[in-house]
């Protein structure tokens, strides 16, 4: 029963629900410059290097191609995540937006797979702790070190020049 609740867990930390919809919304350079950033319908960019992504939000009521969007966000795989920002002011510049009027742009760099295999290492510890406390795993006799000691196998020295000696290998005080 534990080992049924440890692997739910483990597999929970490994593949965590999304909030995302199942159906992502992917758009090409072409839609977004044509029919988002030129009609002046984006509220925001974000950029994720990590994954060569871009999330697009767009204002609330925005129209793309004559209808009215039934989503407000969109992606875009991009290639070179360096040069994006600069290719996004010049597109802007092509299309008359002043700078200080661009859109937003925002770099989010997710830390969140750090985190998770944080978890799952540690949840893999504590998995294999409990195994070796239950007996479901036996250690090995290499590693069962401090359990095998006893008495040595071999004669002990005896120090000659200490009195009080009493059988072999023994010294009484």
């Not at 919809?21 to 974000?46: C, Q």
């Amino acid at each position: 029963m534990m080992t049924a609740y440890i692997v739910i867990t483990l597999m929970s930390l490994l593949f965590p629900t999304s909030n995302q919809p199942d159906v992502l919304r992917y758009v090409s350079w072409n839609e977004f410059y044509h029919h988002m950033l030129a009609k002046g319908e984006v509220e925001e960019v974000i950029v994720r290097p990590e994954l060569d992504l871009v999330t697009i939000y767009l204002h609330d009521n925005a129209i793309i191609k004559g209808r009215k969007a039934e989503h407000k966000t969109f992606h875009m795989n991009i290639v070179d995540v360096e040069h994006f920002e600069e290719k996004l002011r010049m597109a802007e510049k092509s299309l008359g937006i002043q700078a200080d009027a661009g859109i937003p742009l925002v770099y989010e760099r997710n830390q969140e797979s750090t985190w998770l295999l944080l978890a799952s290492l540690i949840a893999v510890a504590l998995m294999i702790l409990l195994m070796f406390r239950s007996g479901t795993i036996k250690t090995p006799q290499a590693m069962d070190f401090f359990t095998q000691m006893s008495r040595a196998r071999f004669p002990t020295i005896v120090d000659p020049f200490r009195t009080g000696v009493v059988g072999k290998g023994t010294f009484r005080f």
